[in-house]
């Protein structure tokens, strides 16, 4: 039987039985964090407060602008090692491949010593993201799955303009209703 089906049912000491030798695993996955809120909610200030704290340190951070011209990119670079910039769209319309490929590409870079090591990665998500996508993502490449995980998905709400942007607008409310964390 070709492909993933049945070997992939028999992993670790089953294989042993079927005579097919395993990969070693190479670690652990590395957990994802998803920063989603709306525009001017504070994703860029959260992240930033979080990066500046020693727990912080070693994250690699992955920042989804809309538009020409990226500002939270260059806000971040000063407070991680690794920032990588998805500029082509949000991550909820046509560029999930991007945000794949991305992972993939810091993966390999961090494996080969390519960029600095880091033990997590933190996403911040363009403030009109639909955040359904990215929860899509990382439920159904297997992939992906083998290296990363998606630990938690927040969403950050400002305090004075909240209630009404999630009143208002589809984008608040999803960011809201499929958080972890809020």
């Keep these: 039987m070709s492909g993933g089906g049945a070997e992939a049912l028999f992993a670790g000491k089953d294989a042993l039985l079927f005579g097919r030798r395993q990969r070693r695993?190479?670690?652990p996955r590395l957990p994802v964090i998803a920063v989603t809120g709306f525009l001017g909610s504070g994703k860029t200030t959260l992240i930033r407060a979080l990066l500046d704290k020693p727990e912080g340190a070693n994250t690699a951070v992955v920042v989804n602008e809309y538009g020409e011209i990226g500002i939270d990119n260059v806000l971040l670079r000063s407070s991680s090692d690794v920032t990588?910039?998805?500029g082509n769209g949000c991550l909820c319309c046509n560029v999930r491949t991007d945000l794949?490929?991305?992972l993939?590409?810091?993966f390999a870079d961090?494996?080969?010593g390519a960029v600095p090591s880091f033990?997590?990665?933190v996403i911040e998500t363009s403030g009109l993201a639909d955040p359904g996508p990215i929860l899509q993502t990382f439920a159904t490449d297997r992939g992906?799955?083998?290296e990363f995980h998606l630990q938690a998905?927040?969403?950050v709400v400002d305090a004075v303009n909240g209630e009404s942007n999630i009143e208002r607008m589809p984008e608040a409310k999803k960011q809201v209703a499929l958080a972890d964390r809020i």
């Design 104 to 106: 993939r590409g810091l």
């Design 110 to 112: 961090r494996a080969r």
């Design 153 to 155: 998905l927040i969403s």
């Design 144 to 146: 992906l799955g083998r």
């Design 25 to 27: 695993p190479r670690g």
């Design 119 to 121: 033990d997590r990665v």
């Design 84 to 86: 990588v910039l998805l």
């Design 100 to 102: 794949q490929e991305t």
